[in-house]
């Protein structure tokens, strides 16, 4: 799938996407509760580049904790940076908010930043080497020592236990209401057009791109997080 393919499809889901997935936000915000903690240590008005921001749920969540913190929102599916956008506004944060329409590459704005997060975003670049190079973009972004909080889908495809795994992920996608046809979708795209690598390879490709060794801190399924600082030599 290429990145108009993605950006329509993105387009399409933007206006019922939070309702759609709104019995999955356990893990979300389990997600989240540990992200609160992995940047425990940033300054109080710290900047934070979200990228790939969807709807914004985890500028949303940040920003109710942290009151003086700001947040550019890089989001390349018009229709999501809407939503996003109202979100911000309708809480109150928006003020705090810079939001940009396109991929990381496009962003002119270079000033480090402190910390970025980066959720299921990287999966969809089916390249190595440019998945590693996207890594390495958000790692020259951020300043000397920032973190990025990133996940991922991650697994050892072909195995016994991948398949017992996307069973089980599969049985609490329809437990949320997600159609028998968009199950099969989902299935067929994670053979095609999600790069599901073993977790120790997203791990190595982030650290390819520009970060000291990925610590991982969280599972919740098929989704795999990581946090990690850049290197000296990002």
């Not at 490709?205 to 990925?214: L, N, Q, T, V, Y």
Request: contains cysteine.
């Amino acid at each position: 799938m290429h990145n108009d393919e993605i950006k329509a499809l993105f387009d399409q889901q933007a206006a019922s996407y939070d309702q759609q997935w709104a019995k999955t936000a356990p893990i979300r915000e389990g997600l989240l509760f540990l992200v609160e903690a992995v940047f425990a240590g940033l300054a109080p008005d710290a900047r934070l580049l979200c990228v790939g921001v969807g709807t914004g749920e985890e500028m949303a969540y940040l920003a109710r904790r942290h009151p003086a913190w700001r947040f550019l929102a890089v989001e390349p599916s018009s229709a999501m940076l809407h939503v996003c956008r109202d979100k911000a506004v309708a809480q109150g944060f928006a003020g705090r908010c810079e939001f940009h329409e396109g991929y990381l590459d496009s962003l002119v704005d270079t000033e480090g930043f402190d910390a970025a997060t980066c959720f299921l975003v990287s999966q969809f670049i089916l390249d190595r080497a440019a998945r590693s190079e996207f890594f390495r973009s958000i790692a020259t972004r951020l300043r000397p020592g920032g973190v990025l909080a990133s996940s991922d889908l991650a697994s050892q495809t072909g195995t016994a236990s991948y398949e017992a795994l996307l069973r089980v992920w599969m049985t609490m996608m329809a437990s949320a209401d997600v159609t028998p046809e968009m199950l099969e979708r989902v299935r067929k795209a994670y053979a095609s057009d999600v790069a599901v690598l073993p977790p120790e390879a997203v791990a190595s490709i982030m650290a390819s791109g520009g970060f000291e060794p990925p610590v991982p801190f969280y599972q919740a399924g098929l989704i795999h997080a990581w946090f990690a600082r850049r290197s000296e030599v990002a």
